[in-house]
């Protein structure tokens, strides 16, 4: 495929992740330093190494809350760690999924932990999808140069 419509196909991407409110400025944020002659493949190493921690942080969480007792201030210490990681690079549903995930934890409510940790689950299985797909996208188009 051409450059130039892969190019499209990318836009389209970034697009819909921002008009959808996968993403917000933070992450624009991080596009431009790539972008303003910063190292290459930046946004990719940060993205990867988000999906790689949050992933991890996910499972931490699923086995916390399967505990026949709760330690809802580690549950809470993780949870924290994800809205942060998601923060620095833009991931604002998982984010705000995140800050109400927190909520429960501090209502020490554990019916509503494991529901607020599907959500989550379910916001970083969709970003992480679209982030694969742009990553895929941006080496077929430096493949092509």
């Known amino acids: 495929m ?12 970034l697009n819909n992740m921002f008009a959808s409110g996968l ?19 930046f946004v990719a190493e940060v993205v990867t190494l988000f999906c790689d921690d949050a992933d991890r942080i996910i499972s931490e969480l699923a086995a916390l809350l399967e505990q026949p007792v709760v330690d809802f201030d ?8 994800l809205k942060g990681s998601s923060a620095s690079v833009g991931a604002q549903k998982v984010k705000f999924t995140c800050m109400q995930f927190r909520q429960l934890c501090q209502d020490k409510n554990r019916d509503g932990c494991i529901m607020a940790l599907a959500v989550v689950r379910n916001e970083f299985y969709d970003l992480r999808n679209k982030f694969q797909t742009m990553l ?10």
């Open 136 to 145: 895929q996208l941006e080496q077929q188009i430096q493949a092509q140069q």
């Open 74 to 81: 580690k549950v809470d210490a993780y949870v924290h760690q």
């Open 2 to 13: 051409a450059a130039a419509a892969l190019r499209e196909q990318l836009n389209a991407l």
């Open 23 to 41: 993403v917000d400025e933070q992450f624009q944020q991080l596009q431009m330093l790539q972008d303003d002659g910063g190292t290459p493949g």
